[in-house]
């Protein structure tokens, strides 16, 4: 079983969802982002998404773009990336590298698996890479034993759903809108039918849903209906209010409030 399957399995029988938190790595700066996952960690994050800062991000709304750019400029890599797997796996959460397909490949495919398992990462979320164009990463994350995860959206045909379904690994993301990323004041109404079209065409597969959740009662109604509740803009608000040490102390009190959220239904 890997890291991923492992830990929802466990939320699971513990008869909640799982909390996965998202971070780009750099902003402000590398060792404060790393503080704000490690925060997020002791807050009850179940996993980290760690991003990996791209100059193209077309799925990333404003609000995770503002802090990409000053990243990218600072020219954050692959190398700070997987600081920030190990600083997470050390703290005791599962750590996935979220990133655009770019970056990867022009990394290396099996360098980035090797260096990825080396640092203790779970595997990596794709959101721009289709299976049927993955072959490399799926060769490299198998030999790794590393999670893949791919991501369906509404639109997404039954065929579509399945074919993702099969090549991934840890759990399917289901992008509850069709949109870019952004915090919104109610869950999208098209999550519970995507989750539900999922788990009826893959039930081998975990689901999580992503895009929108920002407090704990959107937590609790995602936790529902999902295996996982992921949120992004939410974190990185709290860094972009406060680029600073109390910036990632008060991601470490949204991931408690999340965590409860998360424990409510």
Known sequence: MSILESLLANA??????????????????????IQAMR?????????????????????????I???????????????????????????????????????????????????????GG??????????????????????????????????STDARIVSTARQSRGFVYAASTMGVTGTRTAVSGTATTLVSRVRQLAPQIPVAVGLGVSNADQAAEVAAFADGVIVGSAFVRCLLDSPDGKGAIAAGVLAQTLAEGVRRH
Not at 16 to 28: H, M, N, T
Not at 74 to 90: N, P, T
Not at 126 to 146: F, R, V
């Open 65 to 119: 773009q503002a802090a990409v750019d000053p990243a990218v400029r600072a020219g954050v890599g692959m190398s700070d990336v997987l600081a920030a797997v190990s600083a997470v796996a050390e703290a005791g959460a599962a750590a996935v590298v979220m990133s655009y397909w770019n970056p990867i490949e022009k990394y290396g495919v099996s360098r980035f698996a090797a260096d990825l398992a080396q640092a």
């Open 39 to 63: 925060a997020m960690v002791d807050g009850g994050a179940d996993v980290i998404e760690v991003g990996v800062p791209y100059s193209d991000p077309g799925m990333d709304g404003p609000t």
């Open 122 to 155: 779970a595997g990596a979320i794709t959101p721009d890479l289709i299976p049927e164009e993955a072959g490399d990463w799926l060769i490299s994350s198998e030999l790794h034993n590393l999670d893949r995860v791919f991501l369906v959206a509404p639109s």
């Open 12 to 33: 699971k029988a513990e008869g909640r969802s799982a909390l996965i938190g998202y971070l780009p790595v750099g902003y402000p700066d590398v060792e404060t982002s």
